[in-house]
């Protein structure tokens, strides 16, 4: 018995991230792909998503000249790929708050947005630090806290302190605070609605990029992998493992089951097809019932 | 700020709770230092964009933070806000601020760029300010929401006044996830 279907849609992607930005320490060894993905998640009379990722008229231009970043597309084209659009979102689970994931909430207007509060009282003590702290406020729009207000009167953000379970039936909000952002989560679905589940899934944000964060080769001391953080963290790598160990458990270290979504690998562990506009569909499960969207 | 009549603006085009109901001149895209650059030559709009960028700055953190606290007084409906050591040092910026924009010189051709500066401040000032003005064991939904339109206002002046080129951009990717291959 399953209750939720789980898709990763990559919304856009940049050819060439270099690895060490993915694997801490991975200097020098190269390029990697780096899709841009938010995950659906369609169940129980809800349609719910992790991050929501940005807006290509705020950022588009600069990404793409600047960056590499392709194949932008809107949500509603790559949400149509799995059957849903935006208006049938009526839940969004923010992971963190950078600018790609939190910079789309304009398209998502029937949803309710859940974020960890230490995301936004930290981001703005570090805005007030002076310009020789800078590096501890990357990668975050003022505009998007700007949005964030509008959310909050129309009682649409709703900010969690720590862990929240069945925030939707069976799906749970864990917090990794300190480590790749001051508030990061991940989100937890026990598909078969079991507070012991036998059917963990667990969405991991930039908690984990890839696969090999988790199964990283640990020949140099000597053990078969370990876990190896991302390269970026404005809290630190050590909250990162302590994450990513917490997350393991949680799915009783099938590594297969913590789902990154910068991970382009996820094609050879699930099934999945490339739309037409040239980007992935991965299916990570789904309900009973439903019938598949990458067959 | 320019008056117009506000029957005929929010008769015509504007709700209440759109920000462009509010007084003064519009957030627009002006042409920014990189064009002007052509026209007017690379040293004089150098220096200008130069000078812009720490007052572009302070804004983009002033805007950042009120914007947080908005978001905080509204969730916690507390109000002791104005007291915060953040709020204090908000405050210090946006004066730095109003310092900074006081000596900018504008070539010509650019002074519709300092307007929306001094746009963005005026009304990131408006929502800070307001802060004090908030009670305790009240409603204070109807000064929320004013401040809210106030500062998303704000942030669409600086929007207007951005220039990827010139150094003036909300958002820093160099550790995004996007950092790489940079171009130029």
């Known amino acids: 018995m399953a209750d939720y279907s789980i898709w990763v849609c990559e919304y856009s992607y940049v050819a060439k991230y270099h690895k060490s930005g993915v694997l801490y320490g991975a200097h020098n060894q190269g390029y990697v792909k780096l899709p841009y993905c938010y995950v659906v998640i369609k169940g129980r009379d809800h349609v719910a998503m992790v991050d929501v990722g940005y807006n290509d008229k705020a950022y588009g231009k600069v990404l793409g000249d600047r960056f590499g970043v392709e194949n932008w597309r809107d949500p509603k084209v790559v949400l149509a790929e799995v059957g849903v659009a935006p208006d049938d979102v009526d839940t969004c689970f923010i992971s963190h708050a950078h600018f790609d994931h939190f910079g789309n909430v304009e398209d998502f207007p029937k949803a309710k947005f859940y974020i960890q509060e230490r995301e936004i009282s930290k981001w703005v003590w570090a805005m007030s630090l002076p310009d020789r702290m800078r590096w501890m406020m990357v990668a975050v729009d003022p505009g998007d806290i700007v949005r964030g207000v509008g959310l909050a009167a129309e009682k649409r953000l709703v900010t969690v302190n720590g862990a929240m379970e069945d925030v939707l039936p069976g799906i749970d909000l864990h917090a990794a605070p300190d480590s790749h952002t001051w508030g990061s989560m991940w989100v937890t679905v026990r598909n078969d609605g079991q507070k012991q589940s036998q059917d963990t899934w667990v969405l991991a944000g930039d908690l984990v990029y890839q696969f090999s964060n988790i199964s990283n080769s640990g020949a140099v001391v000597d053990v078969d992998t370990m876990y190896t953080p991302v390269g970026l963290a404005v809290g630190s790598q050590t909250n990162l493992i302590l994450a990513t160990e917490e997350m393991m458990s949680q799915v009783g270290y099938e590594a297969r089951r913590v789902i990154p979504i910068h991970e382009e690998g996820l094609r050879d562990a699930f099934p999945s097809r490339i739309t037409k506009d040239g980007l992935r569909v991965t299916e990570i499960c789904l309900a009973d019932g439903e019938k598949s969207m990458v067959a | ?184």
């Open chain 2, 1 to 184: 700020m320019t008056a117009v009549d506000l029957f005929m603006r929010l008769a015509q085009t504007h709700k209440p709770d759109c920000h462009m109901s509010l007084d003064g001149p519009p957030p627009e895209t002006v042409p920014d230092p990189e064009e002007m650059a052509r026209t007017l030559g690379s040293d004089v709009v150098g220096r200008y964009a130069a000078a812009c960028r720490p007052v572009y700055e302070d804004l983009r953190r002033v805007i950042g933070q009120v914007s947080g606290l908005l978001i905080l007084a509204r969730l916690t409906s507390r109000t002791e806000i104005a007291d915060l050591n953040e709020m204090q040092l908000c405050r210090a910026r946006w004066r730095e601020a109003a310092e900074r924009l006081a000596t900018l010189e504008a070539p010509t051709g650019l002074s519709q760029h300092k307007v929306q500066l001094t746009s963005a401040h005026h009304f990131s000032g408006e929502a800070m300010n307001a802060f004090a003005g908030l009670r305790s064991g009240v409603d204070n939904s109807t000064e929320l929401d004013r401040m809210g339109i106030q500062i998303k206002r704000a942030y669409a002046h600086l929007e207007a006044a951005s220039s990827s080129k010139a150094g003036l951009q909300m958002v820093d990717f160099t550790h995004a996830c996007c950092s790489c291959a940079q171009q130029n």
